[in-house]
């Protein structure tokens, strides 16, 4: 039976070939994508056959190709890069649990190190660690605490690279309750620790009861399991939305929400979720997760568009078959960890191109239709994919652990959970279409291709409408590509204005009231980004974490547009605001004069156009002057650092405070990065900031990006796309980069 050819954009073609298909030793693509999809059907295919020896495996094999193939559902990551190979670790999420003894946090360790070398994401509650400064029988000394434990695991995941192609991602958590909270919601105010974790506070019903009331809380030290010191529930909550405002962490989470729905108390409390939320997770649990692309979902009728809901329904059944299969055909890093998957069989059927769906149906995103709309279609996959775990449990049996969870005594089931709304980052730009529930991250934007062109991406129902309608224009595409929205441009009529919306149109209201309308239907959780202008403020974050939770939200993840590259500016401005005052209306700043003699250092690094050599010196008034030396390169690159040096000069003898200027230097970047000392200098400019910033801490290593040994990493600090120079979007809680198909999960 000859093979559909998959109808793939340019962008999947580069994801698949740079990311997920095999390679020669020399770092090339030896499969095509038709024999991704058809190794990865084969491979799950096979698992029918452990419950029937006469199955028709090559039959299952092409309807699973086709599955994939049309680009109607796809497997998470892992399944993709690892089924039918050597590794055939096919999990994208895990939880390990974590006990207040050193044995456990080392244990630990070493099996995040192993998971992440196969290619999964953990998570983790740090709850039952006991609190800093507390008492340590065995030594007679006192505990570090949760946090400097974080920092050991985020070193551990530093040194390992997940399988050659996904870097280590981590979810920690820590319940609201524990003593140390106030330093965990901060611990990610400098940018550069703890960069392979998520953080997120674990809410209690209490709590949040204690926050609407004005109350104080009591704090409840997890090894005594003693009620301590009590908090103001307002002033932690304002600490939560303070940093959230700031750089969009930490998320909260609802535990005793999370643990209404858990099927199995009888095995455990969930306490952590994977690294983006969406998956809670006993001690020990994975998840195996997939995506129908709703995009697909529509017919076209005499009256117009309408959901083809017989296509999605079958499209659930097989996806639900095809993921019970992957439970059988994964290998497990940890023997604890197959028992429990196997035990509890869990899965997460998800969704991704809703806002495609929408603009199809001709439904703005930001109305109560769109909002129904998304109610109706996953109430809908939750019935149908319920039905196929009802079926699958005829044909399979009931999940082992069925007798002891809140099903036993009813309708045997074959999944303790069966939807969840992951991430897409990656897998929509495969399929062609919008993120998870997100609305659209941009109608046009610019993709570069190699020699320096760019081409512009129009979303094709926009264009074909523009057409239509005739105010297609290049000029306009080119026009829309520099903006984040189209609703100011009145060249376009205001129906289609009103139709693309992106994620900058939706207000926060909106996003949340989405994400709670497909958690009502959703077994697990829901990943989404709850987006806010720059101009947003902190009661506009703590409205709306309250609105979620009074929605019926599970947790919420926000981002404020540019607060995470704005977060080192405003710790230097703070830092520095009592060190000098500008000066009065129409008064003029004259530098010092330089002195006949100076003292100071020279410092050699390597930046992306060649060794460059940098000296600073001082007098009797601190930092004077910064000059700079290429090496053999020089040319237009040396004539720009020497500008550059030349300018911090003036302001440094003009009484500007050096820690301004590293800031305002710090995270420039150019096409040509280079690596120093395991870390990042991303110009001559930034070289020049970090050498500054080494110099004022007395020769400390200040030169590269502590934590960033991967270009990736730097996204934190700056929007641009390391491999295109494209702009990222911050969504699901990935960053992606429509343009070229980057894409990091973390």
């Given at each position: 039976m000859p093979l559909m050819q998959p109808q793939l954009t340019d962008n999947a073609v580069t994801v698949l070939e740079r990311r997920y298909l095999k390679k020669d030793a020399d770092g090339n693509p030896v499969e095509t994508p038709e024999q991704l999809f058809w190794r990865v059907a084969v491979d799950i295919a096979t698992a029918d056959r452990a419950y029937d020896p006469g199955a028709e495996v090559e039959a299952v094999a092409h309807d699973f190709y086709g599955l994939m193939a049309s680009l109607d559902f796809l497997p998470n990551s892992p399944t993709l890069m690892n089924a039918g190979r050597d590794l055939q670790q096919l999990s994208a999420c895990f939880v390990l649990p974590i006990e207040d003894a050193m044995e456990s946090i080392f244990t630990a360790i070493k099996h995040t190190a192993l998971i992440h070398q196969s290619g999964g994401g953990t998570g983790f509650s740090f709850s039952r660690i006991r609190p800093k400064n507390d008492r340590v029988a065995s030594t007679g000394g006192i505990a570090s605490g949760p946090v400097s434990f974080m920092k050991v695991f985020n070193a551990a995941t530093e040194a390992v690279k997940q399988g050659g192609t996904r870097r280590g991602a981590?979810?920690?958590?820590?319940?609201?309750?524990?003593?140390?909270?106030?330093?965990?919601?901060?611990?990610?105010?400098?940018?550069?620790?703890?960069?392979?974790?998520?953080?997120?506070?674990?809410?209690?019903?209490?709590?949040?009861?204690?926050?609407?009331?004005?109350?104080?809380?009591?704090?409840?030290?997890?090894?005594?399991?003693?009620?301590?010191?009590?908090?103001?529930?307002?002033?932690?909550?304002?600490?939560?939305?303070?940093?959230?405002?700031?750089?969009?962490?930490?998320?909260?989470?609802?535990?005793?929400?999370?643990?209404?729905?858990?099927?199995?108390?009888?095995?455990?409390?969930?306490?952590?979720?994977?690294?983006?939320?969406?998956?809670?997770?006993?001690?020990?649990?994975?998840?195996?997760?997939?995506?129908?692309?709703?995009?697909?979902?529509?017919?076209?009728?005499?009256?117009?568009?309408?959901?083809?809901?017989?296509?999605?329904?079958?499209?659930?059944?097989?996806?639900?078959?095809?993921?019970?299969?992957?439970?059988?055909?994964?290998?497990?890093?940890?023997?604890?960890?197959?028992?429990?998957?196997?035990?509890?069989?869990?899965?997460?059927?998800?969704?991704?191109?809703?806002?495609?769906?929408?603009?199809r149906l001709g439904v703005p995103y930001n109305t109560e239709e769109g909002l129904a709309v998304g109610e109706q279609v996953m109430e809908f996959i939750h019935a149908k994919a319920r039905a196929a775990s009802v079926a699958l449990a005829r044909q399979r049996g009931a999940f082992p652990n069925f007798d002891r969870s809140i099903y036993a005594g009813g309708e045997p089931l074959r999944n303790a959970t069966i939807t969840t709304i992951a991430p897409t980052g990656t897998l929509s730009i495969i399929a062609g279409c919008a993120g998870g529930v997100e609305p659209l991250f941009a109608v046009v934007f610019t993709r570069n291709i190699l020699d320096g062109q760019r081409l512009l991406e129009v979303h094709p129902r926009f264009e074909a409408l523009a057409r239509e309608r005739g105010f297609y224009t290049e000029e306009l595409m080119e026009n829309i590509a520099q903006h984040k929205s189209i609703q100011e441009l009145g060249d376009i009529p205001e129906e289609v204005r009103r139709l693309f919306v992106t994620a900058y149109d939706v207000t926060p209201e909106w996003h949340a009231r989405m994400q709670a309308a497909f958690q009502q239907h959703t077994d697990n959780a829901v990943s989404k980004t709850v987006n806010f202008r720059q101009e947003a403020t902190p009661e506009d974050i703590r409205s709306v974490y309250m609105l979620a939770y009074r929605l019926g939200c599970k947790g919420v993840t926000v981002y404020r547009d540019g607060s995470r590259q704005e977060q080192v500016l405003t710790a230097g401005a703070q830092a520095t605001a009592s060190a000098a005052t500008g000066p009065a209306p129409g008064q003029h700043i004259t530098p010092r004069p330089r002195p006949p003699v100076t003292r100071g250092a020279t410092y050699k690094t390597k930046t992306g156009c060649g060794k460059l050599y940098i000296t600073i010196n001082q007098d009797e008034h601190g930092l004077c002057e910064v000059f700079t030396a290429m090496g053999k390169q020089g040319g237009c690159m040396a004539s720009q650092a020497e500008a550059v040096a030349r300018l911090i000069s003036l302001a440094l003898r003009s009484g500007v405070a050096p820690e301004s200027l590293v800031e305002e230097l710090k995270g420039i970047r150019c096409p040509s990065v280079a690596w120093e000392n395991g870390g990042t200098v991303l110009s001559c400019a930034d070289a020049i900031a970090k050498t500054v910033e080494r110099h004022l801490t007395g020769g400390a290593s200040a030169l590269v990006n502590h934590g960033h040994g991967d270009i990736s990493d730097l996204l934190g600090l700056c929007p641009q796309c390391p491999e295109c120079g494209g702009t990222v979007q911050i969504a699901e809680g990935c960053l992606v980069c429509r343009a070229c198909g980057y894409s990091k999960c973390p």
């Open positions: 981590n979810m920690a958590i820590l319940k609201v309750t524990h003593p140390d909270i106030q330093e965990f919601i901060t611990c990610k105010q400098d940018p550069t620790v703890l960069t392979n974790f998520n953080i997120s506070v674990g809410l209690t019903e209490d709590f949040m009861g204690a926050v609407e009331a004005g109350q104080d809380y009591q704090l409840i030290n997890p090894r005594t399991r003693q009620a301590g010191r009590t908090l103001s529930a307002r002033e932690v909550y304002d600490q939560i939305v303070d940093m959230g405002w700031r750089n969009g962490e930490p998320g909260i989470v609802f535990l005793d929400r999370i643990n209404r729905d858990n099927p199995t108390p009888a095995l455990g409390e969930i306490e952590s979720t994977n690294p983006c939320g969406e998956q809670p997770l006993l001690p020990y649990e994975s998840c195996n997760l997939g995506s129908i692309n709703l995009a697909h979902m529509v017919r076209e009728t005499a009256t117009g568009a309408e959901m083809d809901y017989q296509r999605l329904g079958d499209v659930v059944a097989r996806a639900v078959h095809f993921l019970d299969n992957v439970i059988d055909r994964n290998h497990y890093p940890l023997p604890e960890i197959k028992d429990m998957t196997r035990g509890n069989r869990k899965i997460g059927l998800g969704v991704m191109g809703f806002a495609d769906l929408l603009i």
